[in-house]
């Protein structure tokens, strides 16, 4: 059953999937796909190219699948694929992509607070929650369970690790690694996100290992590759220190300070 507001506008060609609830003022475009359990509050709008999963909430004057802000655009048929379980609140904005990935991605489980932007090509990881007013820029990637605070500008093509929490206000231009907080101006490594990784089960030893992998990591007098090499040889394996040293070294606009 599909609970349509006839005030609503719906496209004869996007595809609604069961128990959908469509709010007044809605517009839903052509070639889009919209999967069962959602609810859409009054005056949302979905544009061609997106695909919205299952069990999505979705708030008044958020639009989806808007054409990239970006000169290169030429018209090509792209998407933004929404997965299952997000809450997208009041007035968020997110871009479909463009011919450089083809998508613009966000996961499951995600908290989209009011009024913040998500650029062109950009992927958000699962578990994310991402504050009011907050812009991301094109082809951005955000991993799992980040937490960005309100107001925060994100430059294009920077990368955020998973379980970090970014302070209100933060410009960055640079790489978030993962499992940390960063705050400040200019924006700065301010210690691991302990808080957070306990929450998330985390255990003391292996917060421990983590911690030592960015005491040494961060130290001043040394270079980055003689710190990596300190820490492969001084801390203990497992997946976390691996996904660390794996961030720092693919890093392309470089790690915050």
């Known amino acids: 059953m599909i609970n349509i507001s006839p005030m609503a506008f719906i496209h004869p060609e996007a595809v ?7 709010g007044p003022f809605c517009y839903i475009d052509k070639n889009v796909v919209i999967g069962n359990d959602n609810r859409l509050m009054n005056s949302v709008t ?22 990239p802000q970006d000169l290169k655009f030429r018209g090509e048929e792209t998407t933004a694929e929404i997965g299952d379980n997000n809450t997208i609140r009041e007035n ?42 907050t812009k991301i820029a094109g082809e951005v990637i955000v991993d799992d369970c980040a937490i960005i605070s309100a107001n925060v500008l994100i ?12 302070g209100g206000g933060t410009r960055t231009g640079q790489d978030i690694p993962p499992f940390v907080m960063a705050a400040r ?27 030592n992998t960015y005491r040494l990591l961060y130290q001043r007098e ?5 710190c990596l090499a300190q820490i492969r040889a001084e801390v203990p394996m497992s997946k976390e220190i691996e996904y660390i040293l794996d961030f720092v070294t693919s890093s392309k606009r470089g790690i915050i300070k």
């Not at 607070?113 to 504050?131: F, K, L, R, S, T």
């Not at 430059?155 to 970014?166: L, R, T």
């Not at 210690?191 to 421990?208: C, D, H, Q, T, Y």
């Not at 040394?222 to 003689?226: A, G, V």
């Open 92 to 133: 968020v904005t997110i871009n479909r992509g463009t011919a450089a990935k083809n998508r613009t991605v966000v996961g499951n489980n995600n908290l989209l607070m009011e009024g913040m932007h998500i650029a062109h090509d950009v992927i958000v990881g699962n578990q994310c929650i991402i504050g009011n007013s």
């Open 16 to 22: 609604i999937g069961e128990n959908c609830e469509i």
């Open 155 to 166: 430059h294009q093509f920077c990368h955020i690790g998973s379980y970090v929490m970014v």
């Open 185 to 211: 101006e200019p924006v700065a490594y301010c210690g691991l996100n302990l808080v957070g990784l306990r929450r998330r089960g985390f255990s003391a030893e292996l917060i421990e290992n983590i911690h």
């Open 222 to 226: 040394k270079l980055r590759e003689e």
């Open 46 to 67: 979905l544009l061609s190219g997106t695909r919205l999963g299952n069990h999505n909430v979705v708030f008044p004057g958020a639009v989806i699948g808007a054409i």
